[in-house]
């Protein structure tokens, strides 16, 4: 792995600041990179086409194709995912956590954690950590964190929900799916639509944000990562072809 792309440089009396999620969408598409397939996932259940589902059964057929992200792509679907984050005041704190259920679709599970280590936020992968947001009555979970001391941890939980595909307002403009049909997520108790929220114009998507070096960015059943030592981890788990 390459080193890193600092945002402001290491020095004597300073670790620097960087981001992961840079070093795989960002920099590498002002390297030119943007065109590059770096996120697959499987058949769709519901064929689209500009945000429309199909239902002629020949261009279901020809459409039942595994999903094909390009970096371009996967930044503008998880930095807008970023932006809705912050639209439901989550700001990257560090007593802020996302934890992704475990129905989630693949190509959404990797663009929430892409869109929430983009601005800071930590995401919890443990299968324990998304059984218990599953299982609380609430779908918000708020704990004591051991790093914050006093402050409560804000739980964001992203699942899915029952939800029909949202249709575009007028047949000739053309939509870019969202990749969140089906998926909500949930904060304090209050639930959005993450599909519907995509497709708002005044939800703008989300700058990178600089972050320390040691910042705790993936929890893992294993592990903690902070936010340098989480860019292979991203490159093995998420975006592998990347």
Known sequence: MTDFHYFEA??????GTLNPVFELLDFPIAMGGADDIVL?????????????VVTDP???????KPV???RAEVLDRSAKLAGVLRAMGINGTENERVI???DVPPVSRAL???GALRIGVAVDVRSAAADTASSSTSSSVEASSA?????????????????VPIESGRASVKAIRSQF????????????NIDQAMRDSRVEPAAVVALLPDRELIVTDETSLDARSSLDWLSQELLPEA
């Not at 290491?10 to 670790?15: G, K, L």
């Not at 058949?43 to 689209?48: E, F, G, L």
């Not at 049909?181 to 959005?192: D, N, P, Q, R, W």
């Open 10 to 15: 290491p020095t004597d009396t300073s670790a």
């Open 40 to 52: 697959t996932g499987p058949v769709p259940d519901q064929p689209m086409v500009d945000g429309r």
């Open 58 to 64: 020949r261009l279901v057929k020809a459409l039942s």
């Open 68 to 70: 094909e992200l390009d």
């Open 100 to 102: 992704i259920a475990e």
């Open 112 to 114: 929430s954690i892409l």
């Open 147 to 163: 790093q914050s001391g006093d402050d409560e941890l804000t739980t964001v939980f992203v699942h899915t929900i029952d939800a």
């Open 181 to 192: 049909e089906g998926v909500g997520i949930t904060v304090a108790g209050e639930t959005a």
